[in-house]
Structures are given as C-alpha cells and as structure tokens.
C-alpha cells in the first residue's frame, strides 16, 4: 500500500489560524527590554553577546554599552541624530536567558526627514533554543521598540511624523531594520547560513559596487593604537518594511543610511579613525549621482536553493578584489590562498554552490507560501524569478593579479 506525504499551503490559513499557531509556539519565551545597566540581567546579557563577537573586534566594549543605556534618548548628538539603544533578553520556560539582541533605533530629520533605521548590531541564541521561532522574533522584537520610540519623539516634538494617529503604519515614516553580514565564503558555513536566513526575512544587500562599508574597529583605542586600525568589510544588509519589492535605493536614503550608522558609531570610536571608511561610501555615491543616477541597486538574498546564485555578487574573492581598498581583512584574506585555489579551478564557485544546493535540497520543506509561485510539486516546472538580475548566473570572474600584488 503506497502512502504520499502532503504538502501544506500557509495560504489556505485563515489570519487568526496563523496567530494561534505562532502564540503557542512562542508563549514559552518572554521577551524583556533592558532598561538600565544596573538591571540584574545586563551583565550575563552583555557577556553572552561578547563571548560571541568581542574577541573580533566586533563588539562595542562594556562601558560603551553602559553608557548607550544611560543616555538621555530624546537629546541629539551634534548632528542632530536621535538614537536608542535596546538591550533584549529572551526568557526560557524555567527563567533562563535563551537569547539576547542589541541595537540602536536611529532618526535624525536633517538626513532623510521620514526616515527611521533600526539598526540590528547583534544576536546570540543559545544552543537550546534555536531551530526555534525565538531567532525570528527577535529580529523583528525591535520594531516594536522603534514604534514606540517614535511615538514618544513625536510627543515631545522631537520630530514631526507625517502621520501621528497611524501607529500601524509606523506614524508614516520609512522603517528600515539594517544588519551588518560577512560577505559569502563557501568555505564558511556560517556566511551562506546568515545570508539565508535574512534572505528569508525580507532583507537585500546594498549593492558593494556603491556602498563599500567598513564596520569600524571596536577594539579600546590604546590597542588600535598598538596594533594598527583594522575595520572590518561587511555587506550592509536593508529590509525596507512595507517595500521589500523594490529593487532600487535612492541615493539620498542610502547616504542616510551610512550617515546614522557613523553617528552611532561616533560615540565610542576616534572620529579620525571613521572618517575615512564614511568618506569612501559618500564619494562612490556622489559619483554615482553626478553620473545621473538617483538609486543603486538593491540585491536580493537567497532563500532556498534554488536562488543561490544570487551569493555570485556578495562573493567574498569578487567584492574583496573589485570594491574594496586596501584595509588588513581584504588584503590579508586575498593572499590566504583563494586567488590560487580559483585559478587552478575556475568553476570552484560554481561547485560550491552546487554542493551547497543539495544539502538544502536533502532538507524539504513542507509548508509553501504561494500556490500560484511555489507550484513545485514533484515534476512541475519552476517559473522564473520575476526579480532575477541580468546576468545572475554569469560565471563571475575577476583578475587574480591586482593591486595586492602577483598570484
């Protein structure tokens, strides 16, 4: 007696069925907000996010983040940036820290006058809890914070919002969450896993042709100092809520961007040590204006296999050797070894995203989200994407000779 296992459609839910599903498997977290450094949480809450990212320079140091929550969120800085800093924990069924997600809620008129970025610094989960929802919730846990952090500016008069009896549409300003991401290495599981699962989330990367952002070096200054500046090449990854299907970014909400990023950067690292990272995405954007332009291009993120040649353009060795100047992380990953290992086999990148493929593909899913775009059942065609790029599946290359020196 043969037996066929049935595919669901999220579809064929009904809203209410959708949000039942997602209390019970969430009702088991709890999310809080830590308000103050002397909350009986931040310390474990700050040592769990810098035992994940303070040994890379990638984690502003205790001080730092104590005074982020002391500060007085509704006095600007000298530029006149508006920014909160939130400190999440996420609580297990028997009390335990399960998670913990920092970031910073950043608004400043004179830059983009309906613009607010939530900016997603860090996210740690711990082992027992993820595979779980508690990761996607808090990704997301900080509009809710951003929200009502408009609504209190708003009310002192800190900012006009276009609309201020419409909280669910965020009081009509553009909610952009922003992520920074380690560009595509196969060799790296993590990498391809991170891009994936913000793929799936909604998120585009900043085209790195324009947007060649350095997170700064995080480290004390008296060790920078000692050991040499060393910023660190991140894709900068945008969910733009409510217009996640536009492909293009102006040039005007792309410099803001960078410019509210590097206002919260400025209140812990040496303004000489910035100024030239924030420089270098301001000039190829003004060059990108005066060549006409108005917008650069949004990429979109992989979401299964069989959108992964859209890693092609976040590929480390292409937009190492193509975008970026010559800082330590770039120069020093060039001469690892990838240039020899890509001359000897020029369809390496190829074949790793072929491997790549079928390890998701010997993961099925058994919930879609469309039928009229995932029709897919066993020997149905698929339909082209609508949002592919030209030129997507061209075999990417570069010159292995650059300005590093000679393979």
Known sequence: MSRQRIRLCLRDLYHLDVVEMIERETRKYE??????????????AFQFLWDAFGGHGEMEREEVIRGFLRDDPFTP???GTYYRYFLLVARGPEGDIRGVRDGTVLVNPSYDADLCLVYLSHIYILPEARGTVLSYWLRIAPVELAV???ADLGARGCVQLPLPDAPGRHFGMRLNLCAEMEYFA???????QRLLFYGRGGFDAIDPRYFPYLQPDFRPPEEIRQTGNRPVPFAILLRRMGRERQALLPIEEAQAVMRLLYDEF???CEPELLQSSLDLVVRRLEQRAAAGKDAVRLLPLPT???DLHRL?????PFVYSRYYPDVPDVREYLQSGVRERIARNPRLLDEELARIAAELENRPHWVYGNRDR?????GEPIPPEPDALPGDNDTIDFELTDRFGST
């Open 31 to 44: 999310l809080w907000s830590i308000e103050h450094p002397d909350d009986p949480d931040f310390h474990l």
């Open 312 to 316: 092609k353009r976040l590929y480390r």
């Open 374 to 378: 995932e029709f897919a059942w066993d």
């Open 266 to 268: 400025r209140c812990h």
């Open 77 to 79: 800085d000298a530029n």
């Open 304 to 306: 299964g296999p069989r």
């Open 186 to 192: 196969p060799e790296l599981r993590a990498s391809w």
């Open 148 to 150: 009502r952090y408009l």
